[in-house]
């Protein structure tokens, strides 16, 4: 079925969504219900509407349908299958990761422990985001990734804020790497081993262990496993080419990237930022910059006109800057 993520919602919020333009469903990348308040959507990497009680646009949140608490009560049952007790661990991180990929924030009241949040309750806000492949997106990149034997892709740190095409890359960088290819620009270019430490469920959409999107015929996948533990354990038992990761960060996920690069494995990874220079403030990410454990940076920015890739060398000397409409492919040297 088209747009599966639809049986997400409640009855009377999937109807309006249906009632949206075929093309428009299409581009739409984030949901939010908030019990009471106006429902929102964004599309097309920014634009904010609301929607009205007959299914059309608009900016202003007093024409917006309003969620009620059974919209509410109803979404929190569909996202958690029924079973919220189960899904204590994500209660206490403030998401849900679905089958598919699809990933929902929540917000309502936190449950403290020791200090600490131990899990949320009285959930009322739900920041719905749709995961989506997009075959292709790499193209531009790609060939800046790879040494000069082919053999090997090079240590690289893909940057960016939320929501700016970080893990929709990283999807596509998977698939590249590992199905291998021939064209006009690369040559020939041998598949590789790869492995997905898939925290958050997001990269490769696995159900039941079996990823939902195209990560690659020679992919391996660890599933809901915490980065750190997830890369040493790829690094002792399933001998990958290249490991790919998202959103990196915190101390021990430098350490395991350092020991996956002292182990001869390539690493892709990403992280939050609009710019290389800030993550040197960042204990875990400053080290690895300190050190100059990465040969590529990509950074990643999203405007108006869509997404622009910029290259940066180990140097953080700009390599290639790829413009909105050349992402699928084309480029320009900076």
Not at 45 to 58: A, E, Q
Not at 122 to 145: H, K, Q, S, W
Not at 207 to 229: H, M, N, Q, S, Y
Request: glycine content about 12%.
């Amino acid at each position: 079925m088209a747009n599966e993520w639809l049986l997400l919602f409640p009855e009377k919020v999937r109807a309006l969504l249906r009632g949206l333009p075929a093309p428009l469903l299409e581009k739409v990348e984030e949901i939010r219900v908030r019990e009471g308040r106006p429902l929102e959507i964004n599309y097309s990497g920014g634009k904010y509407h609301f929607l009205g009680p007959s299914g059309s646009l608009t900016l202003n949140p007093e024409e917006a349908y309003k969620p009620d608490r059974e919209d509410a009560h109803r979404l929190l049952d569909l996202i958690s299958n029924h079973s919220l007790y189960t899904m204590e661990e994500e209660l206490r991180k403030g998401f849900i990761t679905i089958p598919g990929g699809h990933r929902i924030g929540l917000a309502g009241r936190t449950v403290l422990s020791g200090g600490g949040v131990e899990h949320l309750r009285d959930i009322t806000g739900f920041n719905v985001r749709i995961a989506r492949e997009v075959p292709g997106i790499a193209d531009g990149v790609l060939p800046y990734l790879l040494d000069k034997g082919r053999q090997r892709i090079m240590h690289t740190l893909i940057l960016s804020p939320p929501q700016h095409g970080k893990t929709t890359l990283l999807r596509d960088l998977a698939r590249q790497i590992s199905a291998g290819g021939k064209n006009v620009r690369e040559g020939s270019r041998p598949g590789l081993k790869v492995g997905i430490v898939d925290e958050r469920s997001e990269i490769a959409g696995s159900r039941r262990g079996i990823p939902a999107f195209d990560v690659g015929p020679r992919t391996d996948i660890l599933d809901g496993c915490p980065k750190a533990e997830g890369m040493m354990m790829m690094i002792r038992s399933l001998s990958p080419d290249v490991l790919i990761a998202d959103e990196i960060g915190r101390l021990e996920d430098a350490e395991a990237v350092t020991e996956a690069l002292h182990a001869g494995i390539s690493v892709v990874a990403s992280a939050h930022g609009k710019e290389v220079s800030e993550l040197a403030r960042r204990p875990g990410l400053g080290a690895l910059l300190e050190h100059r454990m990465f040969e590529r940076y990509v950074i990643l920015h999203r405007a108006e006109a869509g997404l622009t890739f910029r290259i940066l060398d180990g140097q953080k000397r700009s390599l290639l800057l790829v413009s909105p409409g050349e992402a699928l492919g084309g480029e320009r040297h900076a």
